[in-house]
T-cell receptor, first 114, second 113 residues
Framework: NAGVTQTPKFQVLKTGQSMTLQCAQDMNHEYMSWYRQDPGMGLRLIHYSVGAGITDQGEVPNGYNVSRSTTEDFPLRLLSAAPSQTSVYFC?????????????FGQGTRLTVV | GESVGLHLPTLSVQEGDNSIINCAYSNSASDYFIWYKQESGKGPQFIIDIRSNMDKRQGQRVTVLLNKTVKHLSLQIAATQPGDSAVYFCAENSRSNDYKLSFGAGTTVTVRA
């Protein structure tokens, strides 16, 4: 049982490049989400999904796309990277979208856009 | 808008003393509160949670207190150890906000030997 797995752990992009941050969970969780963490600002919600085939925007969705074709995977796509997207990205999953349940986090992806 | 915040960004504690980390929230409809611990280079890790129909919950060396009257949440760590050095986040969600977790900015706890 690996929990929530994020890849890559580190990435450097040039402005304008695109890439996909991968997130997979093996706990059969319905609810998955992506956050970005910037110094002094806590975690801010980018996008979330309450189940396969369903996604919705969080607090800071601009410049990011997501899809949820399976229960296990929730990739985050940066369409055209900008320096403002330099951050640490965390994927999380929890058992249910309709109950208050603990969220499990991945180890994070540190992204630098130059 | 609704927000969750911590009172102090940093806390320095002598090893063996008790730590108290505070958090204020503004959403009166919040019905679930969680404390997370984040060690350097790692993702947040669940410590303890409390539902809005409770005012106290205890775990191993940790206690969470909820005061809904003043919208205040605190995490108490007993006999603080060097391994407790980390950033601590409070978070909340509510049915009115589709159970999306809202995080505070975090308090960095440093344990002095």
């Amino acid at each position: 049982n690996a929990g929530v797995t994020q890849t890559p752990k580190f990435q450097v992009l040039k402005t304008g490049q695109s890439m996909t941050l991968q997130c997979a969970q093996d706990m059969n969780h319905e609810y998955m989400s992506w956050y970005r963490q910037d110094p002094g600002m806590g975690l801010r919600l980018i996008h979330y999904s309450v189940g396969a085939g369903i996604t919705d925007q969080g607090e800071v969705p601009n410049g990011y796309n997501v899809s949820r074709s399976t229960t296990e995977d929730f990739p985050l796509r940066l369409l055209s990277a900008a320096p403002s997207q330099t951050s640490v990205y965390f994927c999380a999953s929890s058992y249910s979208a309709n109950l208050n349940t603990e969220a499990f986090f991945g180890q994070g992806t540190r992204l630098t856009v130059v | 808008g609704e927000s969750v915040g911590l009172h102090l960004p940093t806390l320095s504690v002598q090893e063996g003393d008790n730590s108290i980390i505070n958090c204020a929230y503004s959403n009166s409809a919040s019905d679930y509160f969680i404390w997370y611990k984040q060690e350097s280079g790692k993702g947040p890790q669940f410590i303890i949670d409390i539902r809005s129909n409770m005012d106290k919950r205890q775990g191993q060396r940790v206690t969470v207190l909820l005061n809904k009257t003043v919208k205040h949440l605190s995490l108490q760590i007993a006999a603080t150890q060097p391994g407790d050095s980390a950033v601590y986040f409070c978070a909340e969600n509510s049915r009115s906000n589709d159970y999306k977790l809202s995080f505070g900015a975090g308090t960095t706890v440093t344990v002095r030997a």
